[in-house]
């Protein structure tokens, strides 16, 4: 409990309390209330506790040193406050030497303008902060139990990170190293729009530590992984300052995807890891005989065949997380159907599927056909890579199809059940094969930076970024565009006229209007401006 609550309590009420001082520090917790008349209580209290007292034991009124001293010495041991009752030492009004000594240290300090019993008060105080304290002791044993049965149960990532989300009531996300989502679960409350611009966002995250809460998002973040092998980041949605209790939710959560990460690297099939080594071997040495011969023992035929890369993708943030030992069961099931040789492998939560097809074969349909057999029993994304006649092209396949699935929008379920190509993304297609080019990002500065830093700064909240993005959607209906953004006429107008004023362009401009629609387009693809 903290003061600012305390003085809501009917005890504290009665007394007619004012806070005359200190107000910034209203929300410390108060772990104890003391009632002293002594001045060298300050050796006897601990951080936390509140003092009570009448003020007949401190210095005179005239003493401003001594006056100070005393409230010194309380901001020392870390106080969490001073309540003084008026009518023995000072009638109507505190001393200016204390009012301004804890205005200087933050200390609040309530004046209290009727009698009151300190017993009573300290009673009532102290009962409410116990009732707290077991509150979370009840709390910390619920946390306990549930890691500790999802421990039992050997759970994978989505149960852990749904059991994140009911202890956390919000949002909660799981990122890679590279500030890519990689699984994502609304809180009760969110209306979407928790995951916009989220590798801009998150690039510009850090925190000091394991944990650590970032204000402007209302992030709770906690690493994953060492200092020195950090392979991720857990994010819980919590706009205030975390509980000691969702800290802990956030430290076990983390605990218990590290374990799952390492058994799963223990337990996994022995088929997967080593498809994963022969993918690994074909990208770095494709040209090895030895790699032939681990192949054709595996079963994936190599000499003069074509390879397609493929990535298989579960979309974050859908009613039902796609499990992924369930997707890579029916990959494999789909390609022994078809009859053609694949390799899969899990990365990041990705499944990577590399595909041997006959020279004469058309490789895009086999992949279209192996998609129609994997889309209608999850909700995945499915990106492929172009063919490649040879071996040393595997690499290539593999990375233009991580390429195309980072650049393919996340649509629903319905609108995605096709193949993503490169050609079918068309400017997405080519900024996807520039990747995270500097020169891109410099781009992205030039043409949106000073609309950014508007509406970062704009307490008014015109958000004129997602005005220009309607009206770049909308090209031939600005009424339509002020619709989206469920604005009359008048005010969607009024904030083109501020885009254009605070970028110095003109609108209406074709060449301007294809610059800023290119620069919305890579700063949703990738990390956003430099800040």
């Not at 001594?66 to 109507?92: C, H, K, T």
């Not at 205005?103 to 902060?129: D, M, N, S, W, Y």
């Not at 149960?159 to 994140?164: G, Y």
């Not at 099931?333 to 097809?357: F, K, M, N, Q, T």
Request: proline share 5%; charged share 25%.
């Amino acid at each position: 409990m903290t003061l600012r609550e305390a003085l809501t309590l009917p005890e504290l009420r009665r007394a007619a309390p004012e806070l005359v001082a200190g107000a910034a520090g209203a929300d410390r917790p108060i772990r104890w209330v003391h009632a002293t008349e002594r001045l060298d209580v300050g050796r006897l209290l601990r951080a936390g506790d509140l003092l009570l007292t009448m003020g007949t034991g401190l210095p005179p009124d005239d003493d401003v040193a001594g006056l100070s001293a005393f409230v010194d010495e309380l901001a020392d041991v870390g106080s969490a406050g001073m309540v003084v009752e008026l009518g023995r030492r000072w009638d109507s009004a505190l001393p200016d030497a204390l009012v301004d000594a804890c205005e200087r240290h933050r200390l609040p300090l309530v004046a209290l303008h009727r009698e009151t019993r300190f017993a009573a008060l300290a009673q009532e105080i102290g009962e409410r902060v116990v009732d707290q304290q077991l509150t979370e002791l009840r709390e910390a044993q619920r946390v306990h139990e549930t890691f500790t049965e999802l421990s039992f149960a050997q759970a994978g990532p989505v149960e852990i990170l749904q059991a994140v989300q009911q202890l956390a009531d919000g949002p909660v996300v799981v990122e890679n190293a590279h500030h890519r989502p990689l699984d994502y679960f609304a809180g009760p409350g969110d209306a979407g729009g928790f995951l916009d611009g989220w590798p801009a966002r998150s690039r510009r995250v850090a925190v000091a530590g394991r944990t650590g809460w970032d204000a402007a998002n209302g992030w709770l973040v906690t690493r994953l992984g060492s200092a020195d092998q950090a392979w991720g980041r857990l994010v819980i949605g919590s706009p205030d300052g975390p509980s000691q209790r969702l800290a802990a939710v956030a430290e076990r959560a983390a605990a218990a995807l590290a374990l799952h990460r390492l058994h799963d690297r223990d337990r996994g099939t022995l088929m997967r890891r080593t498809h994963l080594e022969l993918l690994t071997a074909l990208t770095d040495d494709p040209d090895s005989e030895d790699v032939q011969r681990r192949c054709e023992l595996a079963g994936f035929a190599v000499r003069r065949r074509g390879f397609v890369g493929v990535v298989v993708r579960p979309r974050i943030g859908g009613s039902a997380p796609a499990d992924l030992d369930d997707v890579a069961a029916t990959v494999v099931r789909a390609a022994h159907g078809l009859r053609v040789p694949a390799l899969v492998c899990e990365v990041e939560r990705d499944l990577r599927v590399l595909l041997s097809v006959p020279a004469t074969s058309g490789a895009d349909d086999l992949v279209d056909r192996l998609a129609a057999r994997v889309v209608p029993h999850h909700d995945v994304l499915v990106a492929a890579g172009r063919p490649v006649p040879r071996r040393a092209g595997v690499g290539l396949t593999l990375a233009e199809a991580g390429q195309v699935a980072d650049a393919a929008p996340q649509s629903p379920r319905d609108e995605g059940a096709g193949v993503h190509r490169l050609a079918d993304l068309h400017l997405r297609g080519l900024l996807a094969l520039l990747g995270e080019d500097e020169r891109v990002r410099l781009f992205v500065e030039r043409e949106l930076g000073a609309l950014q830093q508007h509406d970062r700064a704009d307490r008014a909240r015109t958000e004129l970024v997602a005005a220009l993005r309607a009206l770049l959607l909308h090209p031939t209906s600005k009424t339509e565009a002020a619709a989206s953004l469920h604005l009359s006429r008048a005010a969607f107008y009024d904030r083109l006229a501020r885009i254009e004023s605070v970028l110095g362009v003109d609108l209406d401009d074709p060449d301007v209007r294809v610059s800023l629609h290119v620069a919305l387009v890579a700063d949703e693809l990738f990390a956003g401006p430099p800040k």
